[in-house]
Each structure stands twice: as C-alpha cells, then as structure tokens.
C-alpha cells in the first residue's frame, strides 16, 4: 500500500480555493484520511472517507477509479495553514501516511 | 485524561549511546504504534503493538526496539544511535475498532 503527495509545498492567497492532492494504491478497499498538523501542535485527525463529512471547511471525496482522496475547500482561511497528511488503512490496523503538503495561506 | 504522553520532548545522543523513548497513553487502547517524521517523507512506521505482550515491526524497524507489557505503555528503545536516527518520534494509540489515532506531540531526537 502507497499513499503520493505530489505537492511538499502549496500556498494560496486567503479566500482563494485550495485542493491538497492524494492519490493511493491498494489492492482492497481502503480507509482513507486526512490528517493536519498545525505548527506546534500534534498531530490530529481532520476527516475520513467514510464519514463524508466537512471539517472545517475542508472535505475529500474518495475517488476509486482514480485512487484519489483529494482534500478540498473553497475558501481559504490564514488559521488554515498547515502541514497536511493523507493516510490509509488498508486489512491490517496500521496506517501508511503520505510524505505530507505544507499548506500556507497568504493574506 | 492526559491522552497519549510522550517523554522527553527533546533529546541530543552521541552516536553509539542508547536511550528510550517513553510513550504512554491513559485511554485503555489496545493498538499502539511508533512512527517517525522526516522532511520529504511523512511518517513511517517504525514498529507496532495490537495488545500487551504483541508486537511487530513496521516499514523502517532496524536499529530500534519495542515491547509491550501493560497496554498503557509502549516504549521505544534505539540500541545504538546513529546521525541516521536524527528525526522526531512520534506514538499513536487508537482501540481496535476505532479508526482514527491519537497522536502524542512526538521527541524531537538529534544524533550526533
């Protein structure tokens, strides 16, 4: 199992759309998520497919016939920057995390 | 509740030393797990534990050990430190049907 994140750096202007993109491989059906981790903080779940909800703004569709769980909100806020982190469990418990996207949102 | 504590916050070795990194978590969850963080390359799991007495090795498992005799506590031993290991550790606990881990706020580990 492989989770990609094309971008280590994405920076948007405030109230600008944002999209982190991941994509994954996995041969089952896979749990997805998003983690975020704001500067000094731990890290924290912010969504997961399953659910289908909106945090904070945000929210990702899982796309199976392009293996991608991309993240998205239309209106960036600053308090929105962070690195991100997309994540998938597949028949075992443990998590295999992309290699992560530092968000900046500029005013 | 305090979560998932991890000690200490940061740590300077000498290459060669050996220390242990505590981690311990207060909500009675069976699965644990370490990970470490590296610019460029996310997080990878070093080993892992579903239950007291059970544990496994992950993607990067070489030059650390594990064990797991109560469920609250996971520590992760480094037998040898090499500059290599330079990096910020961090624990996950989460109960066995649950989806989502918690996080400890990680050790920020420099080898020199």
């Known amino acids: 199992q492989r989770v990609t994140q094309p971008e280590k750096l994405l920076s948007v202007f405030k109230g600008a759309p944002v999209e982190l993109k991941c994509n994954y491989s996995?041969?089952?059906?896979?749990?997805l998520f998003w983690y975020v981790q704001y500067s000094r903080q731990r890290l924290q779940l912010l969504l997961r497919?399953?659910s289908r909800e909106s945090i904070k703004g945000f929210t990702a569709d899982l796309n199976k016939g392009e293996t991608s769980f991309h993240l998205k909100k239309p209106f960036a806020q600053e308090e929105d920057s962070a690195m991100y982190y997309c994540?998938?469990?597949?028949?075992?418990?443990?998590?295999?995390f992309g290699s992560g996207t530092q968000l900046t949102v500029l005013p | 509740n305090a979560g998932v504590t991890q000690t200490p916050k940061f740590q300077v070795l000498k290459t060669g030393q050996s220390m242990t990194l505590q981690c311990a978590q207060d909500?009675?969850?069976?699965?644990m797990s370490w990970y470490r963080q590296d610019p460029g390359m996310g997080l990878r799991l070093i080993h892992y534990?579903?239950?007291?007495?059970?544990?496994d090795q992950g993607e990067v498992p070489n030059g650390y050990n594990v064990s797991r005799s109560t469920t609250e506590d996971f520590p992760l031993r480094l037998l040898s430190a090499a500059p290599s290991q330079t990096s910020v550790y961090f624990c996950?606990?989460?109960?066995?049907?649950?989806?989502?881990?918690?996080f400890g706020s990680g050790t920020r580990l420099t080898v020199v």
């Open positions: 996995y041969s089952g059906s896979p749990e």
């Open positions: 994540a998938l469990r597949g028949s075992a418990r443990q998590l295999t």
């Open positions: 497919h399953i």
């Open positions: 534990s579903v239950g007291a007495g059970i544990t």
């Open positions: 996950a606990s989460s109960y066995s049907g649950q989806p989502s881990y918690t």
């Open positions: 909500m009675n969850h069976e699965y």
